[in-house]
């Protein structure tokens, strides 16, 4: 452990959610170390900074906790660390899941006992989605699904299944989903849930992969805890909606804890340390394929699930399906997207993550290039710190060439989107295969009346992606043909460019 704030006060995270791992974070990044205890290894696999953080990983009682605050040796934290085996805490946050009941009332009990400051960082439960069932326990949730037909799709885990499972009726209807660990398994086992009805996934579930598992085992009902953006609430809640599922909710209990910035004070407020909020940015450049969930890889479909911040074209931002908590910006301008990547630097607590969306690919005409020039001058100038990834995208090229079996290979590339090429007629005519990019009709026209009277065939898409699209062959004569205004793109083939 690197050698970083040495002053009096030790702080313990009982860490359960992404917040906790959130809070080691910015601990670590203002050099204080700590401790973090999670139930799981699963947990620990959420990573923790270990220049600053030492982990433990296992369930404790509050005899357990006392030991572990107190330093104590024994069957607790940290006795395999000599530099921690005989650390005392007095400063302990539970920043455990706001339904584990149980472990907040030992955590807090502990924090007495031991003589530690006790606070609690709660979880923000904020964007609620309308035309939802909400229950206040897991009971009431159960009686009122003994009342309904079809299959239900379970997510609320494997701590309360057995409440679900009393009916036999209600049981037999019910798939469950679950992480893949043992012990969740056995508890499905143990309740008398079928294999079959057993769907041990990892998460981050998108909208559309929850729509898939709805689909799949005709799901009617959707049950889940109001767990937050960080429990993918809102991606099951889009989900049911949009399938024509019904959604149960057992309501949050009462978390009067503060927020991260309500706690981050306090600690500066004891430890005399700045906790600064100025960690870089995640910024994801992502190519948003044909602005439809079917083309949008899966690596920009689980950035878009943490994402902060969309940016992106209005017709971008409003095909994608963004998380409750996300906010959407919708600009291609340079400078505005700057200015909101310095404000969620300056602004945010802990790391923002901000995902720019370009149609199609990002090196495949598209603005990249243009706004990746400007950011990575803002950085250089010291406007914001950022942790930059880029993701591809599926190009309007290769959607077409799939959908009208068309070769790319030695394909020439050409754009007429937002420009003039005055020597388009000739350079087309050089080469077996072209794929051109254009505005709308206007260009689809003059492409057709550039190429009038030679032997070539033209495999056209329109509004590739939407309701709309259409794929159709036409010789160049034929523009009366054109399905009307709208975004176009084609290939041009000479007699065998095939």
Do not use: W
Not at 172 to 194: A, T, W
Not at 286 to 298: H, K, N, P, Q, R
Not at 371 to 384: L, P, S
Not at 428 to 436: A, D, H, N, S
């Amino acid at each position: 452990m690197n050698q970083g704030y040495s002053g009096k006060n030790s702080i313990l995270i009982f860490s359960g959610t992404t917040e906790g791992r959130m809070l080691s974070d910015i601990l670590s990044g203002a050099h204080i170390s700590h401790g973090v205890c999670v139930v799981s290894e699963y947990g620990v696999s959420m990573g923790y900074d270990e220049n600053f953080a030492r982990v433990h990983a296992g369930a404790l009682d509050e005899e357990g906790m006392v030991r572990l605050i107190k330093g104590e040796r024994g069957e607790t934290a940290f006795d395999k660390t000599a530099e921690c085996a005989d650390m005392l805490f007095d400063i302990i946050v539970d920043a455990t899941h706001p339904y584990a009941k149980e472990a907040g009332k030992n955590i807090k009990a502990a924090a007495k006992e031991a003589g530690a400051v006790y606070l609690r960082l709660s979880r923000s439960l904020k964007g609620v989605t309308e035309g939802i069932r909400i229950f206040d326990d897991v009971r009431s949730c159960a009686e009122a699904l003994s009342l309904t037909k079809g299959n239900i799709l379970l997510t609320t885990g494997s701590k309360d299944l057995a409440v679900f499972c009393e009916e036999e009726g209600l049981r037999e209807r019910l798939y469950v989903r679950v992480i893949p660990r043992m012990e969740s398994l056995e508890i499905c086992e143990k309740c008398g849930i079928s294999s079959s009805h057993i769907i041990a996934m990892h998460g981050p579930f998108s909208v559309s992969m929850n729509e898939e598992i709805i689909r799949q085992y005709d799901i009617t009902v959707v049950v889940s805890k109001q767990s937050g953006r960080e429990g993918g609430f809102f991606e099951k809640a889009d989900a049911a909606h949009n399938c024509g599922a019904a959604f149960f909710v057992i309501g949050a209990p009462e978390d009067e804890g503060e927020d991260m910035a309500g706690v981050c004070k306090k600690l500066e407020e004891i430890t005399g340390v700045k906790l600064s909020s100025k960690r870089p940015v995640k910024l994801i450049f992502f190519g948003a394929g044909m602005a439809d969930e079917i083309s949008l890889t899966g690596a920009s479909q689980r950035c878009l699930i943490e994402a902060d911040v969309c940016v992106g074209s209005e017709r971008l931002i409003s095909s994608l399906a963004l998380p409750g908590n996300c906010r959407s910006v919708a600009t291609v301008n340079t400078e505005r997207i700057i200015d909101e990547i310095k404000n969620a630097y300056e602004s945010s607590l802990g790391s923002c993550s901000i995902c720019l969306a370009f149609s199609g690919d990002v090196s495949f005409y598209s603005a990249y290039r243009r706004v990746r020039k400007a950011v990575d001058e803002a950085i250089a100038g010291g406007d914001f710190e950022a942790d930059i990834t880029v993701l591809p995208g599926i190009s309007s090229m290769s959607y077409l060439a799939a959908k009208a079996d068309a070769d790319c290979n030695d394909v020439q590339l050409i754009s007429m989107h937002g420009r003039r090429v005055p020597d388009i007629r000739e350079r087309i005519l050089g080469c077996e295969r072209t794929f051109v990019l254009l505005s709308g009709l206007d260009d689809m026209r003059d492409l057709c009346h550039e190429l009038e009277g030679e032997k070539v065939s033209i495999i056209v898409g329109y509004e590739l992606g939407t309701e709309r699209e259409q794929i159709l062959s036409i010789d160049p004569p034929e523009s009366g043909k054109l399905p009307g205004e709208g975004l176009y793109c084609c290939f041009v083939l000479s007699s065998d460019g095939r």
